[in-house]
């Protein structure tokens, strides 16, 4: 089973970067896809991106392509979230996400990930 624990959240200034991480425990050497969301309060957990742990594709929601980086180290069963160029419409709680199952179809959606992180807050500041 799948522990997930993310790191690395905080304030920034519109137009700066921050990295955030999960340690990921448990099977991780089984894993299919992890991923990014994000959610504000009353709003639905919408999806950043996504990465096929094995195989490195990578997906990006429009609103970060060019600015987020998601990329993951093996070695160290951690996911990364490097975001630069960050808005203060990228404020949000930022969860890592992983599955066990091949469903590529699925990788964008929360209804795709069966094991989540504790989240971590964004708060960038215009």
């Known amino acids: 089973q799948a522990q997930l624990v993310e790191s690395g959240g905080g304030l920034v200034q519109a137009g700066g970067s921050l990295r955030l991480s999960c340690a990921a425990s448990?099977?991780?050497?089984?894993?299919?896809?992890m991923g990014w969301f994000r959610q504000l309060p009353g709003k639905e957990r919408e999806f950043v991106a996504g990465?096929?742990?094995?195989?490195?594709?990578?997906y990006y929601a429009d609103s970060v392509k060019g600015r987020f980086t998601i990329s993951g180290d093996n070695a160290k069963n951690t996911l990364y979230l490097q975001m630069n160029s960050l808005k203060p419409e990228d404020t949000a709680v930022y969860y890592c996400?992983?599955?066990?199952?091949?469903?590529?179809?699925?990788?964008?959606?929360?209804?795709?990930?069966?094991?989540w992180g504790q989240g971590s807050q964004v708060t960038v500041s215009s």
């Open positions: 990465i096929s742990w094995s195989g490195g594709s990578t």
């Open positions: 996400a992983a599955t066990y199952r091949n469903r590529p179809e699925l990788v964008t959606q929360t209804k795709g990930y069966g094991y």
């Open positions: 448990g099977r991780t050497f089984s894993y299919y896809y």
